[in-house]
Nanobody, 121 residues
Framework: QVQLVESGGGLVQPGGSLRLSCVAS????????MGWYRQAPGKERELVAS???????VYTDSVKGRFTISRDNAKNTVYLQMNSLKPEDTAVYYC???????????????WGQGTQVTVSS
């Protein structure tokens, strides 16, 4: 019913930048919160940043001042601009969205397939 497709990951040197994108498609009425999570090897998945439909943002402390989350409601898309990347940012990054569907009451969480971000010289 709903797909989240991420793009923009890759290999970058320390201090570099990447921009992740995530597009939601399917039987969507509206999207509530959208966010980015990451999971490094041997670690639990953690919230990186989230944004409400109204544009209120939340960031984990380790990325404040370096990452910026934004969304385009007309395109059902969320972005993560990552600057001043560090090796400890290396992880698989997952898009998450809480979505109201045309076919079911309520709202549901959906996840993208993940995109690898590697920060290394």
């Amino acid at each position: 019913q709903v797909q989240l497709v991420e793009s923009g990951g890759g290999l970058v040197q320390p201090g570099g930048s990447l921009r992740l994108s995530c597009v939601a498609s399917g039987s969507i009425v509206s999207i509530n919160d959208m966010g980015w999570y990451r999971q490094a090897p041997g670690k639990e998945r953690e919230l990186v940043a989230s944004v409400t439909s109204g544009g209120i943002t939340v960031y984990t402390d380790s990325v404040k001042g370096r990452f910026t989350i934004s969304r385009d409601n007309a395109k059902n898309t969320v972005y993560l601009q990552m600057n001043s990347l560090k090796p400890e940012d290396t992880a698989v990054y997952y898009c998450n969205a809480n979505i109201r569907l045309m076919t079911l009451p309520g709202s549901y969480d959906y996840w993208g397939q993940g995109t690898q971000v590697t920060v290394s010289s």
